[in-house]
């Protein structure tokens, strides 16, 4: 008993390291307009203290961005009577439209797998599918499929050791958006770690929004459709009409 008194008491004597974060951003905002071909958002901060580092275990960084969710229905192609058609699809009714995770190591030693499924970090961990219909039992290949997807359109990226950090106190890394956004607000979370556990984190957004011409349209498109899907058939049959025109011209 009275060594558990003596080890309660060393254990409340052991000093306390608050570290908070302290962030900075290039920009927090994205303007997509006609030239919009994709940008890249420096991502920099430095840890507050109350006292001394300590030397173990390592401070890790870890940065994700993640855009708008929304619902994405994967379909499953089979090559039958020498066609290709439709024979399953699963639901995923939670999937950024695009998101990013940056570590200043591997991902698997900064967190462990007990802080990721609380924090849902990971690509696997952020795309959340409730339920498939009964016939399928592979319903995780759906999701896999679904990262193959966007990882080789560049919406979903894992860039390990791309955070640097110096003399554990500063960080910096650089998120690179692609071209194809979807407007909204960006999600930004900072995840200090040790050990694979989370000793702080920070959020902030990015806000991505159209602007100009494509400001116009996208508001037309949803606001008033019919004018939109006249003006985009006028668009298309005077393009055929000016095509004709030059083909024309080239023939004479």
């Given amino acids: 008993m009275r060594g558990l008194v003596l080890a309660f008491a060393l254990l409340l004597a052991l000093p306390v390291w608050a570290e908070d974060i302290v962030l900075g951003l290039s920009s927090d905002q994205v303007s997509i307009n006609t030239n919009f071909d994709g940008s890249e958002i420096l991502i920099f901060g430095a840890v507050k203290r109350d006292a001394p580092a300590p030397d173990e275990p390592r401070l890790q960084v870890i940065v994700t961005v993640a855009g708008p969710s929304e619902r994405v229905t994967v ?19 939670h999937a950024p439209s695009f998101y990013a995770v940056s570590t200043s190591t591997v991902l698997g030693l900064a967190l462990s797998e007990t802080e990721d499924q609380r924090h849902s970090v990971s690509i696997p961990r952020a795309i959340r599918s409730v339920g498939a219909p009964m016939n399928i039992t592979d319903s995780e290949s759906f999701s896999q499929a679904l990262i193959r997807i966007k990882s080789a359109s560049n919406q979903y990226q894992l860039n390990e050791g791309t955070v640097s950090v110096d003399e554990q106190t500063l960080f910096r890394t650089a998120i690179k958006l692609p071209a194809a ?22 959020e902030t957004s990015i806000f991505v929004r159209k602007v100009g011409m494509e400001r116009w349209l996208f508001r037309m498109s949803r606001e008033s459709a019919f004018l939109y899907g006249l003006m985009s058939l006028a668009i298309a049959i005077a393009a055929g009409w000016g095509a004709s025109a030059v083909f024309s011209a080239f023939r004479r």
């Fill in 75 to 93: 379909r499953r192609k089979e090559k039958r009577f020498g066609i290709w058609v439709n024979v399953d699809a699963v639901e995923v009714d």
């Fill in 181 to 202: 956004l979807t407007e909204g607000d960006y999600k930004t979370r900072i995840f200090l770690t040790r050990g694979g556990d989370v000793i702080s984190k920070y």
